[in-house]
């Protein structure tokens, strides 16, 4: 069974920093995108960030120039540093592992982190 444990989330003043890790843990044998997703209540989960596993990068209009997404594939693990937070950057942010391929099933599923709130005050 594939996890994803996100970390990093909390309370920062607008204009701060705050750096989110999703480790997948599990017997994976490979990932292709991982990317970082946010959701407000009442509303559709919108993409973030999301990047391949050979480091190409797609980025919401909304944060570009502001986020940055990494990965570390031999840990498989994803990042996002975000900077010059804002507080429409307020929301619950979920890690997304596509196409993991396991040891155990040789099929590719996709996978969800639990969610870590980031709250940004102005």
């Known amino acids: 069974q594939v996890q994803l444990v996100e970390s990093g989330g909390g309370s920062v003043q607008a204009g701060g920093s705050l750096r989110l890790s999703c480790a997948a843990s599990?017997?994976?044998?490979?990932?292709?995108?991982m990317g970082w997703y946010r959701q407000d209540a009442g509303k559709q989960r919108e993409l973030v960030a999301r990047i391949s596993h050979g480091g190409s990068t797609t980025y919401a209009d909304s944060v570009k120039g502001r986020f940055t997404i990494s990965r570390d594939n031999a840990n498989n693990t994803v990042y996002l540093q975000m900077n010059s937070l804002k507080p429409e950057d307020t929301s619950v942010y979920y890690c997304?592992?596509?196409?993991?391929?396991?040891?155990?099933?040789?099929?590719?599923?996709?996978?969800w982190g639990q969610g870590t709130q980031v709250t940004v005050s102005s």
């Open positions: 599990g017997r994976i044998f490979s990932i292709n995108d």
């Open positions: 997304n592992a596509e196409g993991v391929l396991t040891f155990v099933e040789w099929t590719r599923h996709d996978y």
